[in-house]
């Protein structure tokens, strides 16, 4: 996203999260579930705003712990659907607790979330495109349209495009072999 290479540097929340996080793989379970959360949050709503919440999130989610938000039940539900510290909407709140469970379901099916990942970098043998992702993630999670799969998979390696090529932050990434990298060469 280049136009964010051109604000995002020096501005108080964007700047710390272009300069060290967007486009940088990942592969532990809580960052890769936090990020599908927060992905999934800001359907809607700024970036900034989820940028704002991320504490609050981090709280009312048990840390991202995914074993823990697994098992959320009605109190839980109530308690999140109360909380101004983070986006109070039903579907939202229900989405996260489901994908906590199928991220708990993917270490028995491929060792985990990152490797569910990775075992889908390639498609029929060429790199999976994002509309073959967002079938993929339509069939596999809750609320991942287009745009949220889209922007998590870019946020954590997975699909090119998170800078311009001119961006220095570009080419750190760039050195930790991205998994995009890795099938398009």
Known sequence: MSTYCAFAPGHPLHGPYHD???GFPQRGESALFERLVLEINQAGLSWETILRKRDGFRRAYDGFDVDTVADYGDA????LLADPGIIR???KVDAAIHN???IRALRDSHGGFADWLDAH???GGVARDKAG???LFKRTFRFTGGEITGEFLMSLGYLPGTHRDDCPVQARILALDP???RVLG
Request: hydrophobic share 40%.
């Open 76 to 79: 839980d539900r109530a308690r």
């Open 179 to 181: 998994p995009w990298r």
């Open 121 to 123: 970098l390639l498609d």
């Open 100 to 102: 906590a469970g199928v």
């Open 133 to 135: 992702w967002v079938r």
């Open 89 to 91: 909407n039903r579907l």
């Open 20 to 22: 060290h996080e967007y």
